[in-house]
């Protein structure tokens, strides 16, 4: 890797990065903070002691007093922060009631980072922003050298590197592609088998065959539905503060793995997610798994303990548009609950719109402390037979309590003297016989009522009545406006809609609108994922964000092309992964020498140039060579398990077994007992909220609370330390050698352990250097371990688990 790149695009991410985010915090934590208790007394309408907090430019000028309200960077010497945590010989704020520990912890890390505060600029003529303008019908350029050409795709990439006077790097070899697509399509290495058979397959197909192997491959739903499980905040827990367990979301994952590998078209795949549960369906069992398919709406974490239940409801509501939001149109809806969105045209009358849709959405049974999820029930055959055969033992048991109360009152009638009046209850009179078999007969069916069944359910909702909601002023339930119909952002579905229907919640509605072809995001939301994960970077880099605080797409052009032919062919994923990996740009090494990277316009000589190409394009936005990648936590572990042969391929199933669905798994106060221990693929183990695999947290995986199409890629200490102490490596490292254990030689070991690790032969001297550290370390172990085989294993582990700790191993080319 080139360090001048590499350092420009650490620099530039390290200053991005955090700004996005603290933006993003600001418009999600403090700006509704200071709407809901600032504004009325310090905003556009009344200004107590000259001060208003609705601007940056207000803050900057501070009140009458001529203090500064904040000191960005030091919260101890702000005055907004000592008002808030009543400090003494300061006025404190809010006057009548103090704000929460968190409410005055968020406003203090807001100062402590800056005190960022967006500037709000915008308007209704933002509805012509690139991103909510439907994509255009774009001819394919003209190139100057089309024999480079490969795919449609190579047009746009090359004619934008044409005009910069910049030429492609050159082919990556044999061994480096099979390896880039075989990690990219599935996760997982290939074998030294798959390489040789791509290596001595010389036709113009050859590659491919490869990807349409690899496209196959169950392999292919389990990497590529983990990307789509982190945009939809998959996990096995509630998190927050009941960190109970989603004992059966590892429904809707299998479902997500499953629709991946039968190529299920994408506008059906997000149809059925948001209202599988309305789709009219012939069998029961596509009934079932569109019912699991709408747990994509169900999955977020929840606060299950509010005491306010409305807030709790309202709460559900907005995760469920922001995740809808940024998932499946890249748009931060969840901006507008407090007030118009700041930077994008939505409306809190777009937002309360689409919030009446999940309002008449059920997702919870109850919202009493501790509420109760809503899950549907899918009982196959032999569970109905089962729940029929318990139910006729429960009727027999309840039969024969009933016809013995009957004997035994009547008994109790006959008895009573002439005139008496008898009670109500008959029963005290029984003999004691009877009172004793009554007994025993409730009990038993106490006990076998608490025997029941447990019939199969799947986290998802269902309709409730279908009800248009208020505006809620700064987002305050306890401050509600006029009734908004429910309906689809003006911006993008126009000021004219249709009336969603009185009877539904218009869920059914509201996916064919965002599956229509000429939806302005939808499809480009999609294909923009697909590349930032083939390319390390997104067409659009801000891949859950297109509007104006997102970045602008660096080819707009292809991006619309892509976005019309993934519509046209049908929504199929599958297709589109053949498209982009076919094309000559995916093909390109990732290592540019200074030949491959001469300039080509005229006004320049011809020479060695590849800081020239560096300073043209630091960061490669304009691909003119395959960009270098770490492999994610998952492709880590899953590669470790796979070259040492331990993986277990077995599909699906529960991800926790060790407590039931809705019990207790892990708060602050108890201990997590989950396990990782399983050899199987990454994708199947437990996904706990709160406290997430700690090899997931050490390689960048996501936190599973917010839909996150993105990953970083840090590089800490911590990382080394596990190469060198993790079981996991250690025990993978091991297993590697008992597969090397029958070379004839070291030199066939070292051969064979660069084949599987690699995926390819090694150098001479590589040969060499393995040679020599098997003996040195065998000279180490020389006093510890006496007997000669056990020296040379442990010698030789120690040998792959310092090939398995290269970076060879963990980036990909």
Not at 400 to 427: C, F, W
Request: charged share 30%; glycine share 6%.
């Amino acid at each position: 890797m080139n360090r001048p790149r590499l350092l420009t695009t650490a620099l530039t991410l390290a200053l991005a990065a955090p700004a996005a985010a603290h933006e993003k915090f600001f418009e999600t934590r403090v700006r509704p903070l200071l709407a809901l208790h600032c504004f009325e007394c310090h905003g556009p309408d009344k200004q107590k002691s000259g001060l208003r907090l609705d601007s940056a430019e207000a803050l900057r000028k501070g009140g009458s007093s001529g203090e500064p309200v904040v000191v960005p960077g030091d919260p101890a010497k702000s005055l907004m922060i000592k008002a808030v945590r009543h400090t003494d010989g300061v006025t404190a704020m809010p006057p009548k009631k103090k704000l929460a520990d968190r409410e005055v912890a968020d406003l203090a890390r807001w100062v402590a980072e800056g005190a960022v505060y967006p500037t709000a600029t915008a308007s209704r003529a933002d509805a012509t922003h690139w991103a909510f303008v439907p994509p255009a019908d774009r001819l394919l350029p003209a190139v100057k050298d089309p024999g480079w050409v490969k795919s449609p795709i190579d047009r746009f990439i090359l004619a934008e590197l044409e005009a910069k006077g910049l030429r492609p790097a050159g082919p990556a070899d044999k061994h480096a592609l099979i390896r880039r697509v075989a990690f990219d399509l599935t996760g997982l290495p290939p074998t030294p088998e798959e390489v040789e058979a791509f290596l001595a397959d010389s036709s113009p197909e050859a590659f491919a065959r490869v990807v349409d192997r690899l496209l196959a491959s169950p392999a292919y739903g389990e990497r590529w539905g983990r990307h789509w499980l982190d945009v939809a905040r998959y996990a096995d827990s509630n998190g927050l503060d009941e960190n109970v367990a989603f004992g059966t979301a590892w429904r809707y994952r299998d479902y997500v793995i499953a629709a991946f590998n039968s190529d299920k078209p994408y506008d059906r795949f997000l149809t059925e997610q948001i209202a599988g549960d309305l789709l009219p369906t012939s069998d029961t069992a596509t009934r079932y798994e569109r019912l699991i398919a709408t747990g994509f709406l169900s999955l977020g974490p929840k606060v299950l303990a509010e005491v306010d239940e409305k807030k709790m409801e309202m709460d559900i509501v907005d995760e469920q548009l922001d995740t809808l939001g940024q998932a499946v149109m890249g748009a931060t809806l969840g901006c507008a609950r407090c007030h118009d969105h700041k930077f994008d045209p939505f409306t809190q009358e777009d937002y309360y719109a689409l919030a009446g849709v999940f309002v008449s959405t059920k997702t919870m049974d109850n919202f009493t402390k501790i509420a109760r999820w809503h899950e549907n029930p899918i009982p196959g055959p032999a569970d109905l037979a089962k729940q029929a055969e318990y139910d006729k033992r429960v009727a027999a048991a309840s039969e024969v309590i009933k016809t013995l109360t009957t004997k035994a009152d009547e008994e109790v009638r006959k008895s009573a003297k002439p005139g008496e009046k008898l009670p109500d209850k008959l029963e005290p009179r029984y003999p004691d016989a009877t009172k004793a078999e009554l007994k025993k007969l409730r009990d038993e069916l106490t006990a076998l009522q608490k025997a029941a069944p447990d019939l199969p359910t799947a986290l998802g909702v269902t309709e409730v009545k279908a009800t248009d909601v208020a505006l809620l002023k700064r987002g305050n339930h306890l401050t509600p406006g006029p009734v908004v119909p429910r309906r689809f952002p003006n911006v993008l579905a126009g000021e004219k809609q249709p009336p969603l229907p009185s009877a539904e919640s218009g869920r059914r509605e509201l996916a064919a609108w965002l599956t229509r072809p000429d939806h302005p995001l939808t499809a480009r939301v999609l294909v923009n994922r697909l590349w930032r994960w083939h390319f390390g970077q997104g067409i659009v880099r801000s891949v859950d964000n297109f509007g104006r605080l997102g970045e602008k797409p660096t080819h707009p052009a292809l991006l619309d092309w892509l976005a019309r032919r993934f519509v046209e062919d049908g929504w199929s994923i599958k297709n589109l992964h053949k498209l982009i990996v076919i094309s000559a740009t995916y093909q390109q090494a990732s290592q540019v020498t200074s030949d491959e990277s001469r300039v080509t316009s005229k006004d320049k000589t011809r020479h060695s140039s590849l800081v020239t190409r560096h300073s043209i394009d630091p960061e490669n936005h304009l691909l003119w060579h395959f960009p270098r990648r770490r492999l994610e936590a998952e492709e880590i572990r899953d590669s470790l398990l796979a070259v040492s042969g331990r993986l277990d391929r077995t599909p699906g199933g529960p991800a926790i077994t060790h407590v039931k669905n809705r019990e207790f798994l892990f708060d602050h106060t108890s201990k997590d007992g989950t396990t990782y221990n399983s050899t199987r693929r990454s994708v199947y183990l437990p996904v706990v909220r709160n406290n997430l695999y700690d090899l997931f947290q050490l390689f960048d995986s996501t936190d599973a609370t917010v839909s996150k199409g993105d990953r970083a890629t840090t590089t800490v200490p911590t990382q080394a330390l596990f190469y060198l102490n993790s079981d996991l490596i250690a025990g993978c490292a091991t297993e590697l050698a008992n597969r090397l254990a029958w070379e004839k030689d070291d030199a066939a070991r070292a051969e064979h352990l660069y084949r599987i690790a690699y995926g390819r032969p090694p150098t001479a001297r590589e040969v060499e250097r393995a040679e020599n550290a098997a003996s040195g370390f065998e000279l180490d172990l020389e006093s510890r371990e006496p007997d000669p085989a056990k020296r040379r294993a442990k010698a030789w582990a120690l040998v792959c688990q310092a090939v398995l700790a290269a970076n060879e191993f963990v980036y990909v080319e």
